[in-house]
């Protein structure tokens, strides 16, 4: 019993919340993880369960990205509801650990919500091409996985 190195603790199996559907296979979490990533850039992201369903109350559009390993499952169970409601098409990820590091924070998250244009301030015209052309990529797989499960 020597100690873990990252390596190993990379290995261990993700224990995920039987709600996690529709889970991103490999190619699309990769993709949904840069996406994640260039809209922390960009300061178009939402995270924490607090702050995306106050978005989605307040109306706010995009795509959600919830961790499929979250305990208690309870703190997310709605998350999924309110989504559907305001017709926001949601997907899950397998670690909230490898979604807090596309987002740029230390801890980990539970969802976050890539928003469609920053809360303040407008974006340059490069990086908002950028963004927008992998959202819509994220978005047509997320839709297309999404009509598989119903």
């Known amino acids: 019993m020597g100690s873990d190195t990252e390596a190993e603790k990379k290995k261990t199996p993700v224990a995920l919340a ?12 990769k993709r ?3 996406l994640v990533r260039r809209a922390s850039e960009a300061k178009c992201l939402k995270r924490g369960v607090k702050e995306v369903v ?20 309870d703190v997310i169970t709605h998350v999924p509801i309110l989504c559907e409601e305001a017709s926001i098409p949601y997907v899950y990820v397998p670690s909230k650990e490898d979604l807090a590091t596309a987002g740029t924070t230390k801890r980990p998250t539970c969802c976050v919500l890539v928003l469609t244009k920053p ?11 950028k963004l927008k052309t992998e959202y819509d990529q994220v978005m ?4 297309e996985v999404t009509s598989l499960m119903f």
Do not use: F, Y
């Open 32 to 34: 949904t993880l840069k």
């Open 119 to 129: 809360a303040k301030g407008e974006l340059e015209e490069d990086i908002k091409e």
């Open 140 to 143: 047509s797989e997320v839709v």
């Open 18 to 29: 039987p709600i996690a559907r529709p889970l991103a296979g490999k190619k699309l979490c």
């Open 54 to 73: 106050k978005s989605i109350r307040r109306g706010q559009k995009g795509l959600c990205i919830i961790a499929g390993n979250i305990s208690p499952i």
